[in-house]
């Protein structure tokens, strides 16, 4: 389809000509009529044309005409089956070029039937497209069609809603976000009728059909620019030339990526953009006249090309890659906003549950199946109920060999050493935790819910060991917890790796009590997420009880003090002494008076030397890469996340 659809560059002037029963106007060849035999009550019979119907007739068909019009096919004419179409840019041409077709036509015995043909128009429907001097566009007929379908009822009604929707999709950008959720009720054992979500996004996909662009006719003589990106889930790319009239988009696509991709690095995730683009758009890309433009947020890539060092799959990429005449140009993210915003879709996120096979880094054995959590799609914590983790783990003790004979001994009343029966919930108690059975699938919900959770915030192994311990055991629990976040993906990409300090350490004096002594510090030129672009954070030096509190950094040293007042002031009492850096608003004379009226000591770090107030520094480090966990990829809604990761921090 795409290399019948790139021929009509420059030309205005178009005609189609319909052949009457086409197939029928093919003989078979003689002595193979008995194998179309079909028998009746009058008798048997058998074709001595081609019949409709045939599984080989439309390819027999197909190279006849091929054949007919070998030397004319993309010079100017195009054949599909009986839809044969004459394009031109000139009016004179135009009669010629007809008149050739028509002979052609005759001498071979092929009827057109007049009521279907169209001559000299300067648009027309083809294939199912609208094609005219200006580009491509839908057919309206069947757009309309599309208005006025109905919410599917049924998987059958939604399948062919989408298998019609999904003919015009290279016209919609970001068409893989607009279905997302109607493509979840694909799944077996969907409930029909559509959600709400899926309603809207119905409606939205409507609507999205009477607002498409007209795409460009690709011309292989103009500059031609292939974008791509790639996120940590899906692929982007959008194909354009550049005119006299600026930059025209010849196509838009996107794609997820499958579950052994998912584990490539940044670096070769966004090498396969670039070479599925061209895999995608190859015929375009081969018949340029001059080379064409990568256009690649990943400055690296510039120099692949050139690379004497390659692994085995980009040493592959490369050998295809090497039958194209192309630069790598690198852009800045921030003005890559076409492919972003089709491989950074919503709907390219993996699914709450959906499992990802985690491997241990140091000797790469299988040991779990990890829940990739994207809370960023959840404003709402959600927390299955512990009554239905009390039915299983209760249901599964009763199971496990280990625990069996325990049970039967304290239902009969016996005395088992550092074992109970909890009066209340009937689980087994060791001591005064609950007892897990050996079941991986409880073991890693409660891992899920200890470590994964936003209320968690995914510490790491020993404050996650000291979450599971305040209420569960199991055998084996230390060994499976330290396999489990050795292995989380969110951990190993969003934390940073930490030693000791060389030398002597001289840390600040420890206080004496709580909320005596403070630290102070600000994370700034963060995206805007509701106004605001910074945090302040509080750090108490004795307890390490954090505050994290929204806000902007254009604020001033009177409203420093009135952040200070509503959250730490009103709750806390005045403080003996605050460590800070330098920043100006630290150091500003109305923030010296203020401390000087309260008789809070300012102790100021050095310059330029973070490590004087290495606690609250390290604990940005923790705020930063919780929010990097849960935010959403726009990075846009990070506030929200705030109350829980203080909660997250401070419980652990």
């Known amino acids: 389809?795409?290399?019948?659809?790139?021929?009509?560059?420059?030309?205005?002037?178009?005609?189609?000509?319909?052949?009457?029963?086409?197939?029928?106007?093919?003989?078979?060849?003689?002595?193979?009529?008995?194998?179309t035999c079909f028998r009746t009550k009058y008798g048997s019979y058998e074709y001595l044309v081609m019949p409709f119907g045939?599984?080989?007739?439309?390819?027999?068909?197909?190279?006849?005409?091929?054949?007919i019009f070998q030397d004319l096919r993309d010079v100017y004419v195009v054949v599909y089956l009986d839809d044969i179409m004459v394009f031109s840019k000139s009016e004179e041409e135009h009669v010629t070029h007809v008149s050739t077709v028509l002979s052609?036509?005759?001498?071979?015995?092929?009827?057109?039937?007049?009521?279907?043909?169209?001559?000299?128009?300067?648009?027309?429907?083809?294939?199912?497209?609208v094609v005219s001097s200006e580009g491509l566009k839908m057919d309206q007929a069947k757009v309309q069609q599309i208005l006025n379908w109905p919410p599917s009822r049924n998987l059958k009604a939604l399948q062919s809603f989408l298998g019609f929707a999904n003919f015009y999709r290279r016209f919609i950008k970001n068409y893989s976000k607009k279905i997302s959720s109607l493509t979840s009720f694909l799944k077996k054992?969907?409930?029909?009728?559509?959600?709400?979500?899926?309603?809207?996004?119905?409606?939205?996909?409507?609507?999205?059909?009477?607002?498409?662009?007209?795409?460009?006719?690709?011309?292989?003589?103009?500059?031609?620019?292939?974008?791509?990106?790639?996120?940590?889930?899906?692929?982007?790319?959008?194909?354009?030339?550049?005119?006299?009239?600026?930059?025209?988009?010849?196509?838009?696509?996107?794609r997820k990526l499958i579950p052994a991709e998912l584990n490539y690095k940044i670096h070769d995730k966004e090498l396969l953009g670039i070479v599925w683009a061209l895999k995608r758009w190859r015929a375009f890309l081969l018949s340029l006249a001059s080379p064409f433009e990568v256009l690649t947020n990943h400055s690296s890539l510039q120099y692949f090309m050139t690379s004497k060092v390659l692994t085995r799959r980009q040493a592959r990429w490369a050998e295809f890659l090497s039958e194209f005449h192309f630069s790598i140009t690198y852009r800045p993210g921030r003005l890559a906003t076409l492919p972003d915003a089709l491989s950074r879709?919503?709907?390219?996120?993996?699914?709450?549950?959906?499992?990802?096979?985690?491997?241990?880094?140091?000797?790469?054995?299988?040991?779990?199946?990890?829940?990739?959590?994207?809370?960023?799609?959840?404003?709402?914590?959600?927390?299955?109920?512990?009554?239905?983790?009390?039915?299983?783990?209760?249901k599964k003790l009763w199971q496990d060999p280990q625990y069996r004979s325990i049970l039967e001994d304290l239902g009969k009343g016996k005395s088992v050493q550092d074992y109970s029966l909890d009066s209340s919930s009937q689980l087994l108690l060791f001591k005064d935790w609950v007892?897990?059975?050996?079941?991986?699938?409880?073991?890693?919900s409660i891992l899920q819910k200890r470590h994964d959770s936003p209320l968690a915030g995914h510490p790491g192994q020993e404050k996650t060991l000291k979450l599971v311990k305040r209420d569960f055991h199991w055998s084996g629990m230390t060994q499976f917890i330290k396999d489990y976040v050795s292995s989380c993906q969110q951990c190993s990409r969003n934390k940073n790796i930490h030693h000791k300090k060389f030398g002597f350490l001289k840390p600040l004096p420890i206080p004496n009590g709580p909320w005596i002594c403070l630290s102070m510090d600000f994370i700034t030129q963060l995206p805007l997420s509701n106004s605001f672009d910074s945090i302040l954070v509080i750090v108490d030096r004795f307890s390490k009880m954090a505050v994290f509190i929204p806000t902007m950094s254009s604020i001033t040293s009177l409203d420093l003090a009135h952040l200070f007042?509503?959250?730490?002031?009103?709750?806390?009492?005045?403080?003996?002494?605050?460590?800070?850096?330098?920043?100006?608003?630290?150091?500003?004379?109305?923030?010296?008076?203020?401390?000087?009226?309260?008789?809070i000591s300012r102790d100021l770090s050095t310059a330029y030397h973070p490590e004087t107030d290495g606690q609250t520094e390290r604990v940005n480090q923790i705020l930063e890469q919780y929010l990097?966990?849960?935010?959403?990829?726009?990075?846009?809604?990070?506030?929200?996340?705030?109350?829980?990761?203080?909660?997250?921090y401070n419980n652990s």
């Open 435 to 444: 007892v897990v059975p050996n079941d991986s699938t409880i073991q890693l």
């Open 1 to 35: 389809m795409n290399q019948l659809l790139t021929v009509f560059n420059g030309s205005s002037i178009f005609s189609n000509i319909d052949l009457h029963g086409a197939y029928n106007l093919l003989r078979i060849k003689e002595g193979d009529e008995h194998l």
């Open 189 to 254: 054992d969907s409930c029909f009728p559509l959600n709400e979500e899926a309603l809207s996004q119905f409606h939205q996909l409507k609507e999205a059909f009477t607002t498409a662009p007209i795409l460009s006719h690709f011309n292989p003589s103009l500059p031609t620019i292939v974008e791509t990106d790639a996120s940590d889930y899906a692929l982007g790319a959008v194909l354009s030339q550049v005119s006299d009239s600026g930059k025209h988009p010849i196509a838009f696509d996107s």
């Open 104 to 129: 052609r036509l005759r001498a071979n015995n092929l009827f057109a039937k007049a009521s279907k043909c169209l001559f000299h128009v300067s648009s027309m429907e083809y294939l199912g497209y």
């Open 628 to 648: 990097r966990m849960y935010v959403s990829y726009h990075q846009d809604d990070w506030n929200t996340w705030l109350p829980l990761a203080e909660f997250a």
């Open 565 to 599: 007042i509503k959250n730490i002031f009103s709750k806390h009492g005045l403080p003996l002494s605050i460590v800070s850096d330098r920043g100006s608003l630290f150091v500003s004379s109305f923030w010296t008076n203020l401390c000087q009226q309260l008789k």
């Open 345 to 394: 879709r919503d709907d390219v996120y993996p699914e709450r549950g959906e499992d990802f096979i985690s491997k241990n880094p140091m000797n790469f054995q299988q040991i779990i199946k990890q829940d990739e959590v994207q809370p960023s799609r959840f404003f709402a914590v959600k927390v299955e109920s512990f009554s239905n983790l009390i039915d299983s783990i209760q």
């Open 54 to 67: 045939l599984t080989n007739a439309p390819a027999s068909f197909q190279n006849l005409v091929n054949d």
